[in-house]
């Protein structure tokens, strides 16, 4: 099963032509960021596209063969982002340590930082708690305060700081920078307040502790619900299977005592194709496989979501990181590493959470320019209540509008006790730093890809791999659903009920030679009829000779040359193409036959017509609840086949839908001709199918949907696979994709609330009339709640059934 390259979201090129780099980045904190990532890398010579997720910290880079990874990482690291390149080695997939090793470490590291920063914090609360409950004089010595605002500064608050100058001085301002331009402004005036008394200004050595102290508690906050956000992943990698038991073939013997077979133990990502693998009672299997001895049932639910153990006997496959239940049994290497089914799924969820929804990348845009409007926000804000706003509204610095406790403090600092006036410049300074904190853009990068980390998570969970964020948003405007009939809607177990032979010419042939002979052609393809005329042939012993020159027209027939005949297997318009003439008497056998819902298959030789074989095929149990639960969620239903009007009309009264939404007689360019005639119509498809023949139509829809007991091809052109092959995941897989779109939906919404809402009110818009001044501390409080909400919106997620 070939699943999408992490980079399949990128522009498409010529395998030759480039090549995808993974880079790991820290120091990511905002949209911003993840703009200012973007534009390095895509200055880089020979880069041809980025994307970076701001949750996952991956950056995937399309470049020339010609560039290396460690120029890339060299260029982010030195513009403040240090970058590793993710080494792609064969065989190896991500381990659960390799995921959650950095991001545990960096919750440590925030965890410790916020502890001295909450100690500082506590001790500079306790200066101002009463004296009837605290008499301890030192506690309320400014100088204290002025001690606890520098070591918070120097300490906790450093990497802010070092980070948001950094930030400044490439021209790429951030989040940090914010923060750090709000808390070093108070700082520093309130040391000019502390040094120079006779300016009667009064200190606030309180607010960049405060400030510090809830940045902190809002990223360590975040930080822990990101890791819960990625739980779903990090689940997924612990599927993998780290240790494989070798053994060699001539070591089983007729008993298949696994339990006393020789056995060598070695890493899983280390066995080769061909080698034979013991799987014990209780023991994950570690490679994709075949049965070669014993009998065993085995708990495929992390696969297919079914609870019940399914029984693999000798020649049956096995998937890698599905549990063996009952007894030992050995199986043949036929994946390893990369190249298993598991390994592959992981990929696939990984590409999928690096791909951006366009709305995403409007947000990253926004946020990447949106700090400049902050800054000039700030700016316009103290010179308006500098110059106009405290002189219009005298009454705002008036004593009543200090802080008591700062004014306290400071009282009893200056030698005069003198009653300090609040200072223009000081309430000018306090509302630009509000300004500057309340708005910084953290929640706007996170609305997004948080979203897609727990829904694409949560969705391979239960077997819906949605390859991207660019397909929720897709899904979200679905308005019609097209669905191919045979495989997809039926069973895709068709059998044989006739076979029906020509009479009248002079190459009659009995129904058994009919049969074989049929057969014989069709062994050179896998389509579902194919397998029915085959498997026919074989329960009536019917031995299936060699031929040669096999070819398909994928949705017409096959043929191949069989005793130096030309045979040829297919419907009326493969046999008129061929130029073979159809009696009356034929079509009109073939007619009554489709009538009754089932697939005609002519046979011809040398331009005649032997006769024909027809194969039925049963509705999905689930066909007629899944279109009925499509229908009530708004969506139009059509029905796509290759089969003739009389069979498509047969099951699509099965499923109740009208003749007017069933196109049948569709060969394969045409089912993606079909697709595109919905779309010029104005309609937002999406095209579910399981088939070689359906691989155009699903490139074409809006949507592809594939089924994953269809064809590679088929599940390389969609962007959902369903891997527990179950026609009611398409409503679940739909179901999911309009819930986590929604989810993103409100993430911005609540994203630019809280700055449309918080900004205003921050530069003083309730001050006149109101008295209220939305501290620095106060805001910074708010950012960090605007961004633990954002985060904790999109875990609900995990609820999703």
């Known amino acids: 099963m070939q699943l999408a390259s992490p980079a399949s979201n990128l522009t498409p090129q010529e395998p030759s032509a480039s090549k995808t780099i993974i880079l790991d980045i820290t120091g990511m904190k905002c949209g911003g960021c993840v703009k200012t990532v973007e534009k390095q890398l895509a200055k880089h010579p020979g880069a041809i596209a980025t994307c970076v997720n701001l949750v996952t910290e991956v950056a995937v880079v399309e470049c020339q063969p010609s560039v290396e990874p460690q120029e890339l990482a060299a260029r982010l690291t030195e513009a403040g982002f240090p970058t590793k390149p993710r080494e792609a080695i064969a065989g190896e997939t991500p381990t659960i340590e390799d995921f959650g090793e950095r991001q545990q470490r960096e919750s440590r590291a925030a965890l410790k930082q916020l502890l001295l920063a909450l100690l500082l914090l506590i001790f500079s609360s306790l200066g101002h708690l009463p004296e009837s409950i605290l008499t301890l004089p030192i506690l309320k010595n400014i100088w204290l305060h002025w001690g606890l605002a520098t070591i918070t500064l120097l300490i906790p608050g450093r990497p802010i700081i070092v980070e948001g100058w950094r930030g400044w001085r490439r021209n790429a301002p951030n989040m940090n920078t914010l923060v750090a331009l709000g808390t070093v402004t108070a700082y520093i005036t309130s040391v000019v307040a502390l040094l120079f008394p006779p300016l009667g200004w009064e200190c606030f050595f309180d607010e960049p502790v405060m400030l510090l102290g809830f940045i902190l508690l809002g990223r360590t906050l975040e930080q822990q619900a990101k890791g819960q956000a990625a739980v779903a992943f990090r689940q997924l990698l612990a599927l993998q299977p780290q240790l494989a038991r070798l053994i060699a073939p001539q070591a089983v013997g007729i008993e298949n005592n696994f339990q006393s077979t020789s056995s060598v133990e070695i890493p899983a990502d280390q066995v080769r194709v061909g080698e034979w693998i013991q799987v014990l009672p209780g023991e994950k299997i570690p490679v994709d496989g075949n049965v070669v001895a014993g009998q065993t049932t085995i708990d495929e639910s992390m696969l297919t979501g079914e609870a019940f153990p399914v029984i693999k006997q000798l020649g049956d496959t096995v998937t890698a990181g599905t549990l063996n239940k009952s007894s030992s049994f050995a199986l043949q290497a036929t994946r390893t590493g990369a190249d298993t089914t598991l390994a592959q799924i992981v990929a696939l969820v990984e590409a999928a959470q690096t791909r951006k929804a366009p709305v995403q990348k409007l947000a990253d845009t926004v946020a990447g320019y949106f700090t400049y409007g902050v800054l000039a926000a700030s700016i316009l804000t103290f010179l308006f209540w500098y110059f106009v706003g405290t002189h219009i509204w005298t009454e705002v610095l008036l004593p009543g509008q200090m802080s008591s406790h700062d004014m306290t403090l400071h009282a009893q600092h200056l030698a005069k006790a003198q009653l300090l006036q609040p200072s223009p410049l000081l309430l000018s300074l306090k509302l630009a730093i509000a300004v500057m904190v309340v708005a910084c853009p953290c929640a706007m990068g996170l609305a997004t890809p948080t979203a897609i980390l727990v829904g694409t998570g949560v969705g391979a969970q239960k077997g819906l791999l949605i390859k991207g964020g660019d397909v929720l948003e897709k899904v979200h405007k679905l308005d019609t659903v097209v669905f191919d009939k045979t495989g997809t809607l039926t069973s895709g177990h068709p059998i044989v009920t006739d076979v029906v032979v020509m009479d009248g010419n002079n190459l009659v042939v009995s129904e058994g030679e009919l049969l074989k002979l049929a057969a014989v052609v069709e062994s050179g393809t896998c389509h579902p009829l194919a397998t029915a005329i085959v498997q026919a042939a074989k329960e009536q012993n019917l031995s299936i000779c060699a031929a040669k020159d096999y070819y398909t027209e994928p949705g017409l027939g096959v043929s191949a040359v069989v005793k130096g005949k030309q045979i040829l297997l297919g419907n009326y318009q493969w046999l008129s193409q061929n130029n073979v003439n159809i009696s009356q008497q034929m079509r009109s056998q073939s007619v009554a036959l489709a009538a009754k819902g089932k697939t005609v298959v002519f046979v011809a030789s040398n331009s005649q017509v032997l006769g024909l074989i027809a194969v039925s095929d049963t509705l999905r149990a689930e066909a007629k609840s899944t279109i009925k639960q499509l229908r009530s969620m708004g969506l139009k239903v ?8 009389e069979a498509a009309e047969i099951v699509g009264a099965q499923l109740e839908l009208e003749k007017a939404d069933i196109m049948a007689l569709v060969r394969p360019a045409g089912k993606a001709q079909a697709i595109q005639q919905l779309q010029a119509q104005n309609h937002y498809v999406a095209m579910v199918g399981d088939g070689i023949n359906d691989a155009p139509a699903l490139s074409q829809a809006d949507v592809g949907i594939a089924l994953k007991a269809g064809t590679e091809v088929a599940m390389e052109a969609a962007q959902i696979v369903l891997m527990r092959d179950s026609l009611s995941d398409v409503v679940a897989a739909i179901t999911l994709s309009r819930a986590t779109f929604l989810k993103i939906r409100q993430n ?52 999703f059934k």
């Open 748 to 799: 911005l919404f609540w994203a630019f609330a809280y700055n449309t809402l918080g900004i205003p009110v921050a530069a003083g818009l309730l001050l006149p009339s109101f008295g209220f001044v939305l501290n620095p501390a106060a805001a910074g409080a708010l950012m960090a709640f605007s961004s633990v909400s954002v985060v904790t919106n999109s875990l609900m997620l995990r609820r």
């Open 638 to 645: 059509m029905l796509l086949s290759g089969d003739t009007l």
